[in-house]
């Protein structure tokens, strides 16, 4: 498979993972979310998740099986973030590796294809969830104020290079672009 492909993400959300509803789960017929952590679900200084991701997470339950898998190394703060959403947890996963993300999905007993790996970053999350035959979700990240700019320097470069590589990264008007690349 080709660097264009492997970093081609299923869906371009466009917005935070908060605007991913259950009825774009439910429309490609994902049963599984793996989640990435540091500015896919909060802001990478923050060790709580917000009173918006909760309920976001409690209407998510309803429709999918969630798992949290970080490459951050702090079992405290993930383990923390974790236990205040009730989700199983990997922390120190060394995405692009694919073997705790595998992991998770083994947990969740449901075929590879029909769980999503969501994230923010193209060259672990989407490359990882590619990697191992995930349907993959690119968000845009959550920044606290003041962290974006170091941030969005490293993303620019990312989807700059990705697009180098063929990846298409345009998303519809209704923020809901689903790639051709499976």
């Known amino acids: 498979m080709s660097w264009g492909k492997l970093l081609q993400p299923d869906l371009v959300l466009g917005k935070t993972i908060l605007s991913l509803t259950s009825e774009i789960i439910q429309q490609n017929n994902i049963q599984g979310l793996v989640l990435d952590v540091d500015e ?22 309803s429709v999918a099986s969630l798992w949290l898998v970080s490459n951050n ?3 405290y703060r993930i383990g ?36 999503a790996m969501v ?15 995930m349907f993959t979700i690119l ?4 920044f606290n104020m ?17 697009q180098m590589l063929g990846a298409s990264l345009n998303m519809s008007s209704d923020h809901n672009f689903i790639s051709e690349k499976k």
């Open 146 to 162: 003041g962290s974006e700019f170091r941030n969005y320097r490293v993303r620019s470069f990312e989807i700059w290079f990705s």
């Open 40 to 61: 896919t679900l909060v802001p990478i200084s923050d060790s709580q998740a917000s009173p918006e991701l909760t309920v976001w997470v409690e209407k998510i339950k």
């Open 80 to 115: 923390s973030i974790a236990e205040s959403l009730n989700i199983p947890y990997i922390a120190g996963a060394a995405k692009p590796s694919r073997r705790q993300l595998k992991k998770a999905v083994d947990q969740m007993n449901l075929p590879v294809e029909r769980v």
């Open 73 to 75: 190394i702090s079992q």
């Open 139 to 142: 968000v845009e990240p959550i």
């Open 119 to 133: 994230g923010d970053r193209l060259f672990t999350d989407v490359l990882a969830g590619n990697r191992l035959g």
